[in-house]
C-alpha cells in the first residue's frame, strides 16, 4: 500500500516552487511519492494565456526531474472535468493505495467555489500548504469554517487508522514566492519552444500528444 499525495493545477508553466512544495509535503507527510495532475482545464481560469496540455505536461516532467513525483495527464483519459469526479475515480483505480489531497491556501481561500467540495473532502485527507499572502483569506474562507472541525495534527496519517477522510493538516514552511504568473510575464513565449522529444504519461504510460490542447 502506498502513501501518495495528489497535487494538481494547470501548471502554466510548472516551476520550482511545484517541486519544493511537493518535496516538502513528501517529507512531512511520510509520503512514497507525489503525483502531479496535469489538468486539461480548469474551470476556475479562463482559456486565455493557457498553453497547450503537451506543453504544461512538459514542463512538469522538467522541474519532476530526479524526484519522487510522477506527471500524469490523467484527467484525459478519465474524461473529467471536475476535481471530486477525478479523485473518486482514482480511488476507485487505485484502491490499495492512500491518497492525500494536496493545495496551497491560496486554492484553500476559493475551496468552497469548487464542484462538490465536501465530497472531496469526504473522498481522502487534504494538506495546505501555506503561501505567502493568502493565509488570512483561506483561514476566513467558508471552506475552513466547515474543514476546520476536521483539523489534525500531520502524525495522525501515520498511523493505520489514522489515513480516514474527512481529515485537514495544514503545513508550514518558509514561504515560496514564485509562481506560474510570475514566469509567464517573464518570459511570454516560453509555450512556443519545441517540445522536449515524446512524452508519455508517468501512469497511465500513454502518448502526450503536441497538438492536444
Partial sequence: MSRIGLLGG???PAHGGHRRISLFAAKALHLDEIWWLVSPGNPLKRDAGMAPLAMRFASARQQARRAPI???AIEREFGTRYTWNTLRRMVARWPR???VWLMGSDNLAQFHRWKN???IARTMPIAVIARPGYDGDAFASPAM???GRYRVPASRLFTRDGWSAPALVILRFDPDPRSATALREADPDWAARPLPGSLRDDITHRPISGTTA
Wanted: proline share 0%; net charge positive; hydrophobic share 55%.
Fill in 145 to 147: 469554517a466547515w474543514l
Fill in 97 to 99: 493505495n492512500r491518497f
Fill in 70 to 72: 510522477r506527471v500524469t
Fill in 10 to 12: 494547470s501548471f502554466n
Fill in 117 to 119: 467540495w465536501r465530497a
